[in-house]
C-alpha cells in the first residue's frame, strides 16, 4: 500500500468514525443517563436525512438543512419519550420493554417517511464551499471530509465541556446515579430525561444530514445505522463517552482498510472485531470489572 | 380431574382447531395454517427463553434460517428423499451453533446479551447474502425437492402438523418439568438460583441450546411449505415479529405464543395484501400492546375469567 | 473442631476499606451474632463468606478446606447457605413452589427435562417437612408476594434449611419485624440451630436477641472485628462500650 493510499483511507475512516460517533455517543448518553436503550436511534439518523433533504429543497441551503435536521430529529425524539417510553419506566421487564417499544418505532418512522417521501431513494449535493477537495502534497482530501471531521470534534469537545465542567452537566450526571436525590434539590428530573433524549436524538439527526451528501437517503437505512452504532457502543461499554469515542475511531478505521484488504467482506469485519472484544471484555474495551448487585 | 381438564384443554382447543382443518380446509387456509403451526413451533420455543428464563434474543432467526438452509441445501443437493433427514440434521447443527453464540452472548445481561444476539443475526445474514455461490445469496433457494408423500399441501400440512405437535408437545413437558421451574427462577431471582445451589448459566445455555433446536426444526419445515427460502428468514426483523406474536398472544403462557401467531398471520393475510404500510400496523399494534396489554390476548381473556370466577366463588359463599 | 476459619480478609469498594484484616475461628456448633452499626460490613463479610464476592486478599477455610474465590453455588453444595437482609425470593411462584423448586435443587433434579415436576415423592416429603417445621404450612398457596413482611423473611429461611446447612448464616433476620414476629423468630433460630445441628451465624441489631441466644459475640465496627466473646465479656468490652457509646443497650 502506498503512503497515499494510506493516508487518503485513514481520512476516509475519520470522517466515517466521527458520523458514527455522532449518533453512537446520542445512544451511550440515552443509556447512560435515562438507563434506555433507544433502538430507534438509528431511525432519528434517517429521519434527520429526510429532513434536511427537505429543508434544501424549500430553502435551498444546506445549514438550513443541518438545522431543520437537528431540531426535527430533536423534537420527534422529545415527543416519542413523553409520550411513550416515559409511560413504560419502573415496570417489571422494563428493558425488553423498551427494546420492544423503540423497535416498533423503527417499522413506524421506516414506513412513515416511505409515505411522505416515497419508496425511491434520495440524494443532496455537499454545500458549494467544501465541495472542493484539498492537496497536502501527493494526497488529496474531500474538503468535506475534513469539515465533519473537524465538526465531530467540535461536538466531541463541547459535550465533555457540558458534561464536567458546567453545573447543567453535573445536573445531569447526577440524575442518572441518584434520580430520587437530584429529585428532592428541586430540580426537574423528567424534564432533564427529555432533554437528554432531545440532545442525543437531534446529534443523531444532524449525524443523518451531515452523512447525506456522502450516502443516499432511503427508508430503512435507520437499522444499518442502529447496527453500527450498536457495534461501536458495545465495543466501548454502554454509557462511556470515551469509549464510544475510541470504539467510533476504531470501527471507522477498520471500514476503511478493511475494504482494501477484502472488499467483498469488509462489511463483516466490524462484527468480527466487536466479537473479539465481547471474548475478552464482556462489557466492553474500557469496564472496570464491576461488583455485583449489592444484596 | 377439574383440574386435569383445565390443563388439557388447550391441547383440546389445539386438535381441534388444527385436526379438523385437515378436513375443512381449501388450498388457502392450508397454506395459512401451515405457516400458523411453523412460526407457532419457532414463537413458543422462543418464549422459553423470552417468557420462562427472561431472556429477550434477537438473534432466534439464525437458527430458523439454518434448520431452513440445511434442509433445502441438503434436499437440493442430495435429492428429495434426504428432505426428512435433513430435518433431523438442523436441530443437531443449530444445536452445535447456538452452544458457540451462547458461550458467547449468555455471559452478558439484559441489553447487552439482547443487542449481541442481533448482531450475530446481521453477521449470520450478512454471510449468507454475501457467500452466494454457496447459499444463493440474494435470491435464495428456489424448487427444493420434498419425497413424493409430502408432496400436496394438505399432505405437507398434516407432516408438519405431527412434527410441530410432538415438538410442541416436548416443550410443554419442559415447561412443567423440573428443568422449567429452574429457568422460571432465573428470571425471577437469577441470585437466588445461584444460593440454592445451581450454576445460572448452564442452565440458561441449556436452555439456548433446546430453544434453538427446536427452532432449527420449524425453519425446516418452511423450507417445505413453498419450497423456496430465501435469506429473509435471518433478518433481524424475522425475529422482531415473533418477538411481538409472541407478546401479542402472551408471553406468560405456554400456548399465548402460537395465539399471538394465530392472530398476527390472519392480520397480515386479511390486512397486509391491502397495505403496502404493513410495517407502520405491526409498529402500532406492538405500541399498544406494550403500552396497554403487556399481558397479551392471554392475560387480557385470563382478566375476564378471573372477574367470573370472582362472581361464582360470591355465590357459593353468600 | 472449627468450621468456618477467616485469615486476614481484606476487601475494599474503591476508598472504602469495608473488611479490614478480618481473622476469626467459628467452632462447629456455635451460635455467633454479629453485631455493628449499619455499614460496617457485616453483609459484605456474608458475601465473602458464601462466595457472592471475592476479598481482594485473605483466606477463607470452611472445615479445613480453603474456599476463597469459590462459587456461591458450589459453596451451597458444600453446605455454606444463606438468607438475605432483604428477603430473596421466587416473587410470583408460591409458598410451596419457592421451598420446591430449592429441593428440587437440593436433590438434583434441576436437570431433569421432561419429567412432571410433581412426580418427586422425595421431594415433596422434604418441602412438607420444612413447611411444616417453619409454621408455614396453611400457606404455601399464597404467592410470595401476597406474604406478609415478616412470612417473607420466614420462606428465605425455609429455602436456605432446605438447602441442608452445615453452616447457616443470617442477615438480619429479624429486620422490619413486629414486637411479636422478633420473639417468634429468636424462638425459631434457637431451635433450628440444634434440631438440624447447624454452625450458626446471624446479623442482628436487637440487643436483647443477640444477648438472649448467641453463644459468641462478635463485633464489627468500620470494617474491623473489635472484639470478641460471650455476653459478659462483650457488655464489659472498653472498645465495644466506646464504639457504642451513647448506646443504652450496652
Ligand atoms: N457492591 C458494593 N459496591 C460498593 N460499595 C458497597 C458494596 N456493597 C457494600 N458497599 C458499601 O460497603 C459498606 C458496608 O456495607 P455492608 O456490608 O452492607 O454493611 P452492613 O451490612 O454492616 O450494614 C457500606 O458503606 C456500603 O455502602
Ligand atoms: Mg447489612
Redesign the interface.
Known amino acids: 500500500m502506498s503512503f497515499e493510499i494510506f493516508i487518503s483511507q485513514f481520512f476516509g475512516g475519520l470522517s466515517v468514525a466521527m458520523l458514527l460517533f455522532l449518533v453512537a455517543s446520542g445512544l451511550t448518553l440515552i443509556f447512560g443517563v435515562a438507563k434506555v436503550f433507544n433502538f430507534a436511534h438509528g431511525s432519528f439518523y434517517m429521519i434527520g436525512a429526510y429532513f434536511s433533504y427537505q429543508a434544501i429543497a424549500l430553502f435551498d441551503n444546506f445549514w438550513i438543512g443541518a438545522v431543520a435536521a437537528a431540531l426535527g430529529a430533536g423534537l420527534v425524539g422529545m415527543l416519542l419519550e413523553i409520550c411513550f417510553i416515559r409511560r413504560i419506566a419502573g415496570r417489571e421487564e422494563e428493558g425488553a420493554f423498551q427494546i420492544l417499544l423503540t423497535y416498533a418505532f423503527i417499522l413506524i418512522l421506516d414506513d412513515a417517511v416511505k409515505f411522505i417521501w416515497g419508496p425511491a431513494y434520495k440524494t443532496i449535493s455537499k454545500p458549494e464551499s467544501l465541495a472542493g477537495s484539498m492537496d497536502f502534497g501527493a494526497v488529496t482530501i474531500p474538503t468535506y471530509n475534513l469539515f465533519i471531521i473537524v465538526l465531530g470534534l467540535v461536538i466531541v469537545v463541547s459535550a465533555w465541556y457540558v458534561l464536567s465542567r458546567t453545573k447543567t452537566g453535573k445536573i445531569i450526571l447526577a440524575a442518572s446515579t441518584d434520580t430520587q436525590m437530584v429529585g428532592m434539590l428541586g430540580v426537574n428530573v423528567s424534564l432533564v430525561m427529555s432533554l437528554v433524549f432531545g440532545v442525543a436524538t437531534a446529534m443523531g439527526g444532524l449525524a443523518g444530514a451531515m452523512a447525506a451528501p456522502l450516502r443516499t437517503i432511503a427508508p430503512g437505512t435507520g437499522v444499518e445505522v442502529i447496527i453500527d452504532s450498536l457495534i461501536v457502543v458495545v465495543i466501548g461499554g454502554l454509557g462511556n463517552f470515551w469509549g464510544a469515542l475510541f470504539a467510533a475511531l476504531l470501527i471507522g478505521e477498520v471500514n476503511a482498510f478493511g475494504i482494501l484488504w477484502m472488499p467483498q467482506w469488509a462489511s463483516l469485519l466490524s462484527f468480527a472485531v466487536m466479537i473479539v472484544v465481547l471474548i475478552f471484555k464482556p462489557k466492553g474495551l474500557f469496564s472496570r470489572e464491576k461488583g455485583r448487585k449489592k444484596i | 380431574m377439574n383440574n386435569k381438564l383445565v390443563t388439557m384443554a388447550p391441547w383440546l382447543a389445539y386438535f381441534l382447531i388444527f385436526g379438523s382443518l385437515v378436513f375443512a380446509g381449501g388450498d388457502h387456509t392450508i397454506h395459512i395454517a401451515s405457516q400458523v403451526i411453523i412460526l407457532g413451533l419457532f414463537a413458543i420455543a422462543f418464549n422459553v427463553l423470552f417468557g420462562t428464563t427472561g431472556l429477550l434474543s434477537f438473534g432466534q432467526a439464525i437458527f430458523y434460517g439454518l434448520g431452513a438452509y440445511i434442509t433445502g441445501m441438503m434436499a437440493k443437493s442430495f435429492g428429495g428423499d434426504f428432505f426428512v433427514w435433513a430435518l433431523l440434521i438442523a436441530p443437531v447443527a443449530a444445536i452445535t451453533l447456538s452452544v458457540l453464540l451462547g458461550a458467547l452472548s449468555l455471559r452478558l445481561s439484559d441489553v447487552y446479551f439482547t443487542m449481541l444476539t442481533l448482531a450475530f443475526a446481521q453477521l449470520v445474514w450478512g454471510i449468507c447474502v454475501k457467500w452466494s455461490s454457496f447459499t444463493g445469496g440474494d435470491d435464495g433457494i428456489q424448487a427444493i425437492p420434498k419425497p413424493e408423500l409430502l408432496a400436496g399441501g394438505l399432505n405437507y400440512y398434516i407432516f408438519s402438523f405431527i412434527i410441530v405437535t410432538v415438538c410442541i408437545y416436548l416443550l410443554w413437558r419442559l415447561d412443567r418439568s423440573p428443568f422449567g421451574a429452574v429457568l422460571k427462577g432465573i428470571r425471577q431471582n437469577p441470585t437466588r438460583i445461584s444460593f440454592i445451589g445451581l450454576n445460572v448459566f448452564r442452565h440458561k445455555l441449556l436452555a439456548y441450546m433446546i430453544s434453538s433446536g427446536f427452532t432449527a426444526v420449524a425453519g425446516g419445515l418452511y423450507a417445505g411449505i413453498d419450497k423456496s427460502i430465501h435469506p429473509d428468514m435471518f433478518v433481524w426483523t424475522m425475529s422482531g415479529s415473533i418477538i411481538l406474536m409472541t407478546i401479542l398472544g402472551g408471553m406468560r403462557s405456554f400456548f399465548g405464543p402460537l395465539i399471538g401467531v394465530a392472530i398476527f398471520i390472519l392480520l397480515e393475510d386479511v390486512i397486509g395484501r391491502s397495505t403496502q404500510y404493513w410495517s407502520f400496523v405491526i409498529g402500532a399494534i406492538m405500541i399498544t400492546v406494550v403500552l396497554l396489554f403487556p399481558k397479551g390476548v392471554v392475560g387480557i381473556s385470563r382478566h375476564f375469567a378471573g372477574l367470573f370466577a370472582k362472581k361464582g366463588g360470591q355465590l357459593d359463599n353468600p | 473442631m472449627t468450621t468456618l476459619e477467616l485469615r486476614h480478609v481484606n476487601k475494599h469498594?474503591g476508598g472504602l476499606h469495608v473488611s479490614r484484616d478480618i481473622t476469626m475461628g467459628i467452632e462447629q456448633g456455635e451460635l455467633t451474632a454479629i453485631i455493628g452499626p449499619n455499614g460496617a460490613g457485616k453483609?459484605t463479610l456474608f458475601?465473602e463468606i458464601?462466595g457472592?464476592?471475592t476479598p481482594d486478599n485473605g483466606s477463607i477455610l470452611f472445615d479445613g478446606v480453603e474456599i476463597t474465590g469459590a462459587?456461591?453455588?458450589?459453596l451451597?453444595?458444600m453446605g455454606i447457605?444463606?438468607a438475605?437482609?432483604?428477603a430473596?425470593?421466587?416473587?410470583?411462584?408460591t409458598v410451596y413452589?419457592n421451598i420446591?423448586?430449592?429441593a428440587?435443587?437440593?436433590h438434583g433434579?434441576?436437570?431433569?427435562?421432561?419429567?412432571?415436576?410433581?412426580t418427586?415423592k422425595d421431594v415433596a416429603e422434604h418441602c412438607h417437612f420444612i413447611l411444616g417445621r417453619l409454621g408455614l404450612s396453611g400457606k404455601e398457596n399464597l404467592k410470595a408476594f401476597e406474604l406478609s413482611h415478616g412470612d417473607q423473611k420466614v420462606l428465605d429461611i425455609a429455602?436456605?434449611l432446605?438447602?441442608k446447612p452445615k453452616l447457616l448464616l443470617l442477615d438480619e433476620p429479624t429486620a422490619g419485624m413486629s414486637p411479636d414476629e422478633r420473639v417468634k423468630m429468636t424462638r425459631l433460630i434457637r431451635a433450628i440451630h440444634e434440631e438440624f445441628q447447624l454452625t450458626t451465624v446471624f446479623v442482628e441489631h436487637d440487643m436483647d436477641m443477640v444477648f438472649g441466644i448467641a453463644d459468641i459475640i462478635r463485633v464489627l465496627v468500620h470494617g474491623e472485628l473489635i472484639a470478641e466473646g460471650n455476653a459478659e465479656e462483650i457488655q464489659k468490652n472498653p472498645a465495644v462500650i466506646e464504639a457504642y457509646l451513647g448506646h443504652e443497650v450496652l
Open positions: 469498594f453483609t458475601n458464601t457472592y464476592i462459587e456461591p453455588e458450589n451451597v453444595k447457605v444463606r438475605f437482609q432483604v430473596s425470593l421466587f416473587i410470583d411462584e413452589d420446591y423448586l430449592a428440587l435443587a437440593f433434579k434441576n436437570g431433569n427435562i421432561f419429567t412432571n415436576r410433581q418427586y429455602i436456605a432446605t438447602m
